[in-house]
């Protein structure tokens, strides 16, 4: 079985973090730790930064990969051959696309999203790995918690709470991913953009 693997990256107090998903064999990136999954949890802040306001615009995201979705309009972009990120502040929006020769299951992304995650990034709990009915179909969502990125002055880390959606058709693999400081406000706007995508 072919391994199908997609990177994204994110910026925290002006540092790439760099994250992989795969449906396939496990593996580790060049440059990853095993000392991230060792890495202890920062505690979460108190009325944290990064709810999203009830006015923010959204946009149609609409590359030539056959998919469209909403994203907040005037956050950085920036455009990768895979997809593209949508920053601001600690918040943002990763999508992603790559090849996948089935469709992602509940099962599968226990036994390969998850400890791809926990490999690449840091401090990672999965709180929640399930199917969601979307108005573009049947999708996983994976709902879990990591530390950011040190700061590379203060080597201050924040507590992030993220949640990955995967959408599988005709052989192609849509990633989108939301992250933001644990507790900030954001279920609506998260929930608006998660069912605003659409295959064309």
């Known amino acids: 079985m072919d391994t199908i693997c997609a990177i994204t990256s994110r910026t925290f107090f002006g540092t790439v973090l760099f994250s992989v998903a795969c449906l396939g064999p496990i593996f580790t990136l060049a440059g990853g730790s095993p000392a991230f999954s060792a890495e202890k949890a920062v505690p979460a802040e108190k009325n944290p930064p990064g709810d999203i306001p009830d006015t923010q615009v959204f946009i149609d995201y609409a590359p030539s990969q056959g998919f469209k979705i909403e994203v907040p309009e005037g956050w950085a972009r920036s455009d990768r ?104 406000d954001n279920v609506d706007q998260w929930q608006l953009m998660s069912r605003s995508f659409r295959w064309n």
């Open 81 to 184: 051959g895979d997809g593209a990120t949508f920053v601001d502040k600690l918040d943002g929006v990763v999508v992603t696309v790559s090849k996948a020769t089935s469709a992602p299951t509940v099962e599968s992304a226990k036994a390969n999203e998850v400890p791809n995650l926990k490999a690449a990034e840091r401090a990672v709990t999965v709180t929640a790995v399930e199917t969601v009915k979307l108005p573009a179909g049947t999708a996983i969502r994976i709902v879990y918690t990591s530390n950011s990125e040190p700061n590379a002055v203060t080597n201050k880390q924040v507590r992030l709470e993220n949640e990955r959606y995967l959408y599988f058709k005709d052989g192609k693999l849509v990633t989108l991913e939301l992250f933001a400081p644990k507790g900030a």
